[in-house]
């Protein structure tokens, strides 16, 4: 027999899962053809499903220009793993810091030991992001996609058909997750190739205020089918932020699961 102190707690528990029912009922998926046939020639330009399945993990090497600094510093280690795995370890001058991101969590390794836990209102959507094809664009005919077309506009000159690319893991609450995911992809009308992305993704611990995030991409270059950019340079709110040279990619190295293990805070 139910206790009677455990009815109103059951009875919340049915609220809330008929208004996840109700919110899940009333979102749906939005796949504008025009955005699908821009999504579609761009994945295919720069790789498709062949490179996509030849594709197990990527070991990247370079050097990134931190703008406030306007110093090189060593970027010796991009680490990917599918698709929604990534490590990145940055040299600074007081030591290494490893920044692991994997299926939607995220947390810092500082050069002390200590461990920051990354916001995952940012991280929730992560996917390999320095490497277009690998980005959330590859999900776009998944199903978990919003695409809609956004019109042309000019990058360096060159136009560009525009995509709204929205993660949406769970249609309960679809409408939050696509506005927290909206990104947009610039892709080139000639090469069909992502020039740029943009976001507006929260500050760090930050629930409420956002910045513009802009990523160009230049360089590209054939890796086992698959195209990378090796020169990517990312501003926030207008303001250079970092530049990005990436001297060597090399894919299917057998990183260990091990690598993308989420630190934790002793």
């Known amino acids: 027999m139910i ?22 009922s009333k979102y749906a ?7 699908v ?23 990247a090497s370079g050097t990134v220009t931190i703008s406030a600094g306007g110093n090189p510093v060593s970027y010796p280690i991009t680490k990917s793993k599918g698709l929604r795995e990534t490590r990145v370890e940055l040299q600074m ?27 995952s209102n940012n991280t929730f959507y992560e996917h390999v992001n320095h490497v277009p094809l690998l980005s959330v664009l590859a999900e776009y005919a998944n199903g978990n996609v919003n695409l809609l077309y956004k019109g042309v506009q000019q990058v360096q000159g060159q136009p560009e058909d525009v995509i709204e690319v929205d ?7 679809g409408q939050t997750f696509a506005s927290m995911s ?24 930050d629930t409420k205020n956002t910045f ?7 360089d590209y270059r054939s890796v086992n089918g698959l195209m990378l950019p090796f020169h990517q340079t990312v501003f926030t709110d207008g303001k250079l932020d970092s530049d990005i040279t990436f001297t060597s990619v090399t894919l299917n190295v057998g990183l260990l699961d091990s690598e993308f293990a989420i630190p934790q805070a002793r």
């Not at 046939?37 to 399945?53: K, R």
């Open 3 to 24: 206790e009677t102190r455990a009815v109103p707690l059951l009875l919340c528990l049915v609220i809330a899962a008929s208004i996840d029912t109700l919110a899940a």
């Open 29 to 35: 998926i939005t796949q504008d053809p025009q955005a």
């Open 37 to 59: 046939a821009v999504a579609q020639a761009a994945f295919t330009a720069m790789g498709g499903a062949q490179a996509i399945a030849g594709y197990q993990d990527s070991l």
């Open 93 to 119: 001058p007081k030591g290494t810091n490893v920044r692991i991101v994997n299926q939607g969590q995220g947390a810092i390794l500082r050069p002390d030991g200590s461990v920051k836990t990354l916001y």
């Open 167 to 173: 993660f949406v893991p769970n249609l309960a609450n």
């Open 182 to 205: 909206r990104a947009l992809f610039f892709v080139n009308q000639v090469t069909r190739l992502v020039d740029k992305t943009q976001s507006t993704p929260f500050y760090e611990g």
């Open 212 to 218: 513009t995030e802009e990523v160009y991409f230049t």
